[in-house]
């Protein structure tokens, strides 16, 4: 049996309420048309973003306290915030292969934002089922967690080992099927994914970095879910928590696309959450560190790589002579 404060009515307004969030998201994209997001307005919509997440944290503490206290709205208000702001950094390591893949492929900046809503909108679906999978998995098989929390352990010794590494694009086996099992164009052709050619259907690059931007969605779904179960097991704080930090990806993207420089050290802080999440999920039965040190720790560990990345500067790889 699953625990969980989330009702049925909670569930249901909590997804209309994102539904008008992407509503209104969509909406402002087709009437903008194409232009590039300038960093200021990046800036301002980041800015609406966390206020409405922190908003809505407020909301659940208000709403918790009237119907079960102060304790447990204290401690699932906590928990919320610990999850959401564990998604928020582990989501800053996604944009900065948003960045990779959109320099890898040369997407002009002005259509750079149509991927970003579809690519948000495919992850939060991706998100709700994965979420749904690991409560019913924690419900029936409590060992799981050590899985989770190996794997954890496991990816954040990687990201640090390979901190420094750029992906190498040109290898990805899923880009070579796709070039190899489809007609697609050499050029853009505006925001468009498909195209007719003489009577044929050709995919645009754009269709291609959708699908690579829809792929590496999984891939962080599969680190960020198990570590937000370290923090709580309830299914809807682990989904709002996930959904909210999400929805101001794009934000955070043309926020930081410019400057993705400056924050060098931070996949490096990123790499220190994943492996301290993976510990305390590994303690969990021996000693279970409270859930207001856990927002400590990650919160000194991402102002720490934060300040760090803005207080050196990036070295400069050498050119080999010749």
């Known amino acids: 049996m699953i625990e969980s404060v989330g009702t049925p009515t909670l569930y249901l307004s909590f997804t209309a309420f994102v539904v008008v969030m992407l509503a209104i998201d969509f909406f402002g994209l087709r009437t903008s048309g194409d232009h590039k997001v300038s960093t200021k307005e990046a800036a301002i919509w980041s800015l609406i973003w966390i206020s409405v997440a922190l908003a809505f944290g407020a909301w659940f503490y208000w709403y918790l306290e009237g119907i079960a206290g102060p304790v447990v709205a204290k401690a699932k208000s906590l928990e919320y915030l610990t999850g959401y702001l564990i998604e928020k950094s582990l989501a800053v390591d996604n944009v900065f292969v948003w960045i990779t893949l959109f320099g890898f492929f040369g997407v002009p900046p002005q259509y750079q934002k149509r991927v970003l809503l579809y690519g948000v909108l495919g992850a939060i679906v991706l998100r709700a089922i994965l979420i749904y999978l690991g409560a019913l998995l924690l419900a029936q098989f409590h060992w799981i967690l050590y899985i989770f929390g190996l794997f954890l352990l496991y990816t954040g010794i990687q990201m640090l080992i390979s901190a420094d590494s750029e992906p190498d694009l040109a290898d990805n086996k899923v880009l070579k099927w796709l070039r190899g099992h489809m007609r697609i164009t050499d050029e853009y ?128 790889p050498k050119t080999p002579p010749g």
């Open 189 to 316: 052709h505006g925001e468009k994914f498909f195209i007719m050619r003489d009577g044929l259907r050709f995919a645009t690059p754009m269709f291609v970095v959708l699908i690579m931007v829809e792929i590496t969605d999984v891939i962080f779904a599969v680190d960020s879910i198990p570590a937000i179960f370290a923090v709580t097991s309830d299914p809807f704080i682990v989904f709002t928590s996930n959904v909210f930090a999400i929805l101001g990806l794009r934000a955070m993207y043309f926020l930081l696309a410019d400057m993705a420089d400056r924050f060098h050290l931070l996949k490096y802080g990123l790499a220190g959450i994943l492996i301290f999440i993976g510990i305390k999920m590994l303690l969990l039965d021996l000693y279970k560190i409270p859930t207001g040190i856990a927002l400590g720790v990650v919160g000194v560990i991402l102002e720490g790589s934060v300040v760090a990345s803005l207080l050196t500067s990036k070295p400069v």
